[in-house]
């Protein structure tokens, strides 16, 4: 069983296009996270959710918009797609927010920009 | 701002052998959490071995274990007897102890491993 599954896996669109993440997790874990890993492999946070509540929201550009519909699911959604938004997505879970709670990543979501 | 390096972009090791990979952090925090993650070419993330900044003694995990050194801000991973399995990417990350937005990993830009046969 998939602990934190994330869908799709390998996402290729054009420029200016607008896509969504789903992520969703089966763990019980009330946060939820979102980070962004760069061609040169840097892990960089983005968003973090604790019970649907927005606690982290790291100077991220304003195309991108987290969506919480339940404590098992954060949705990324990214408007007017940039050559520069090509990454791998991860998302991640852990039970609360303290330090000493593990988090738990997905697989990745890897996203290409043409 | 917390900062997280590591200075070795590439390392090699022959199976069966000892590596150590460096880290080293900068904070004004007293209490803190450490990690090591590892990234195999599979992509998954996954928990090596955490550290809690309060605590001296260093986390040992099997085959894995940490040099934590607070007042260098060092924390090196040891991976003895090692398997062709631990070639992977790895990353050392630092977390504030307290505080809701506090409650982020802060990443190096990771150490690639090659496990040799």
């Known amino acids: 069983d998939t602990a934190v599954s994330q869908t799709p896996k390998y996402l290729v669109t054009q420029m200016g296009n607008d896509k969504s993440i789903k992520c969703e997790q089966n763990l019980g874990h009330d946060t939820m996270y979102w980070y962004k890993q760069d061609s040169k492999k840097f892990l960089k946070i983005m968003f973090s959710?604790?019970?649907?509540?927005?606690?982290i929201n790291e100077t991220v550009p304003n195309r991108f918009s987290p969506k919480s519909p339940d404590k098992a699911h954060l949705n990324l959604h990214i408007n007017s797609l940039e050559l520069g938004d090509s990454a791998v997505y991860f998302c991640?879970?852990?039970?609360?927010?303290?330090?000493?709670?593990?988090?738990?990543f997905g697989p990745g979501t890897r996203l290409t920009v043409l | 701002a917390q900062t997280v390096t590591q200075s070795q972009p590439e390392m090699s090791v022959q199976e069966a052998e000892t590596v150590t990979l460096s880290c080293t952090y900068d904070?004004?925090?007293?209490?803190?959490?450490l990690f090591w993650y590892k990234q195999p070419p599979s992509r998954q993330m996954i928990l090596v071995i955490r550290?809690?900044?309060?605590?001296?003694q260093n986390a040992t995990e099997n085959r894995f274990s940490v040099n934590f050194q607070k007042a260098a801000k060092s924390f090196s991973l040891k991976i003895s007897d090692s398997q062709l399995g631990d070639t992977a990417m790895y990353f050392c990350a630092f977390m504030r102890w307290s505080g809701g937005s506090n409650y982020k990993l802060t990443f190096g830009k990771g150490t690639l491993l090659t496990v040799n046969p």
């Open positions: 904070t004004s925090e007293s209490n803190y959490y």
């Open positions: 550290q809690e900044a309060y605590k001296q």
């Open positions: 991640a879970s852990s039970r609360g927010l303290a330090g000493f709670n593990e988090q738990f």
């Open positions: 959710y604790n019970n649907k509540e927005l606690i």
